[in-house]
């Protein structure tokens, strides 16, 4: 250290200051990475899980409407009411496409693409169902409206139950991993802020001696030339 030692005591101020700039420097970018890091963690939660609940259970929720306007569509008489269940299905269906397209844009794991790829099959054959249906519910023709309305809701419904069974499961476990981050973040920062600190002060010890040292010796040899050497 004997080039720090020579240097004027403005030089080694400065020195001193950007040797602690840097350190809050490192402790601060340090401390960025590590929220960022944790809002990802947050932001692939929301996304993916939070929103992939939303989404399948509006999506499920609409069904469950269709299905009830399906089942009224061939036990009413009145054409205006037929008229209107099958309205109400055929907008009930589109926003449940709706929803589940919005499901689809947010996939990201092979587990849940797979999931889907089971489903969407399934939901395309009753939705075929349905307008088979609607058609002979149209001609009057209401026993064989009834018949062909059964035998593909419980797979779609069983789809649609896998699917947020499977982003509750992947919430949770998103959640502890991000705890986990965050405490690790935690202890890092921590760990590097009282290192920051440590180094600090033996800089500053260090610094002060190199400072206060050749001044103490100034003092000395100013006291000696005082009492006449």
Request: contains cysteine; hydrophobic residues 45%; proline residues 1%.
């Amino acid at each position: 250290m004997k080039w720090f030692t020579d240097l004027k005591i403005a030089a080694k101020l400065i020195v001193c200051f950007v040797i602690v700039a840097a350190i809050a420097g490192a402790v601060g970018i340090l401390g960025i990475v590590n929220i960022r890091s944790i809002s990802d963690a947050d932001t692939l939660l929301f996304e993916e899980n939070v929103l992939g609940i939303e989404y399948v259970a509006n999506a499920a929720i609409y069904y469950q409407r269709a299905r009830y306007q399906v089942q009224r569509m061939v036990v009413v008489e009145d054409n205006a009411q037929r008229d209107e269940c099958i309205k109400n299905i055929e907008d009930y269906y589109a926003r449940t496409d709706e929803y589940l397209k919005k499901y689809e844009d947010g996939i990201i794991t092979e587990t849940d693409r797979n999931q889907f790829n089971e489903l969407k099959p399934l939901w395309e054959k009753y939705k075929s169902l349905i307008e088979n249906a609607i058609e002979l519910a149209k001609a009057e023709k209401d026993q064989q409206a009834k018949d062909a309305i059964t035998g593909e809701a419980a797979s779609v419904e069983e789809y649609f139950d896998k699917l947020i069974e499977y982003n509750s499961a992947g919430a949770e476990t998103r959640s502890d991993n991000n705890s986990q981050i965050a405490w690790s973040a935690t202890i890092t920062m921590i760990i590097v802020i009282l290192a920051g600190v440590a180094l600090a002060i033996v800089l500053g010890v260090f610094i002060s001696r190199s400072i206060s040292k050749p001044i103490n010796k100034m003092v000395k040899t100013a006291e000696r030339i005082a009492d006449g050497d």
